[in-house]
């Protein structure tokens, strides 16, 4: 079965055929007249599927009906999970045809959409099989009274997106995007509460506190001193979500499912994160992955 390059109102179409003359027989009344067709001789999904096949685990293969195509089935473990890839080919030549379908299977079940997703072979191979898994990389960090943090070289001449809320009216982290990684400047990085050294007295408002260790004075917003909040050591961070760009282009997963992602890749190296620890941070991951949509939604447009 060969592949034709048409020419139809100034657009091309790849038709699949043994001879031109079936071209135009089954195509011809949906053409201009005089309409250019030529074999189309871009064979490189060829080798994209040969390396695709040499780094998956081969399931199976089944002769389709027609008595002509054959189609084989393979395991590839990609980015976003378990991926199920078919292939199909032509059994009198053996040529390849140049898309190819897949179903991502994560924890032994389908996450959405449960049906077969149609797709170019050599844009699955960019968009899916190629594609380097995410990472969670705490770049730099530091504790409350330490060195401020220097902004990553990395990030030279390139702007924040905007801000993703962390704790409400409190801590909204800085952005930004460079190539396939998202980077966070977080200023409240799993920080601690301050207690009263021993000896001190415990039952003092929270002003008093703040004037005798901290030199800091507190607006008092009651008729009493004490406005019953604590005292925050703010730790600092510059986080980077390698490859998170792919996982967010892929529209098979909702927000929270990406969120929900890189809180596992995080929990690996923060251990022993509480459930409200772990709550706090899904929502903030997943007002992240909106904000990162977004931009590249505005980008593409």
């Known amino acids: 079965m060969k592949r034709w390059e048409v020419t139809y109102c100034g657009k091309l179409f790849l038709l699949y055929a043994d001879t031109m003359e079936e071209v135009k027989q089954q195509w011809g009344s949906c053409m201009d007249e005089g309409s250019n067709i030529k074999p189309w001789i871009n064979n490189r999904h060829v080798n994209l599927v040969k390396e695709i ?44 045809y140049s898309c190819c379908e897949y179903q991502v299977w994560k924890y ?8 077969w997703t149609i797709c170019d072979i050599e844009k699955f191979y960019n968009n899916i099989f190629a594609v380097d898994k995410m990472k969670y990389v705490e770049y730099s960090f530091r504790v409350y009274r330490q060195s401020k943090l220097s902004r990553p070289k990395e990030l030279k001449g390139i702007k924040s997106i905007g801000s993703a809320e962390f704790i409400p009216k409190h801590c909204n982290t800085q952005i930004f995007i460079k190539d396939n990684d998202v980077w966070i ?44 909040a604590g005292i925050v050591l703010r730790n600092e961070a510059w986080l980077k979500i390698e490859n998170l760009i792919p996982m967010c282009k892929y529209k098979e997963m909702n927000h929270l499912q990406v969120a929900r992602e890189i809180l596992e890749l995080q929990k690996r190296v923060i251990t022993g994160m ?18 990162v949509r977004n931009e590249i939604e505005i980008k593409e447009k």
């Open 53 to 96: 096949k040499d780094k998956s685990e081969f399931v199976g293969n089944k002769l389709c009906n027609n008595q002509r195509d054959m189609r084989e089935w393979y395991w590839a473990k990609c980015f976003c999970g378990d991926v199920l890839i078919r292939f199909a080919y032509d059994t009198s030549d053996g040529e390849y």
């Open 108 to 115: 032994n079940r389908f996450i959405n959409p449960i049906t």
């Open 185 to 228: 400047k977080h200023t409240d990085y799993f920080s601690r509460l301050w207690r009263p050294p021993a000896g001190e007295r415990i039952d003092m408002p929270l002003s008093y506190y703040l004037k005798k260790y901290f030199n800091k004075t507190k607006t008092e917003k009651f008729i009493y001193a004490d406005n019953w």
């Open 274 to 291: 509480s459930i409200p620890t772990e709550n706090e941070w899904e929502r903030y991951w997943e007002n992240v992955v909106k904000l």
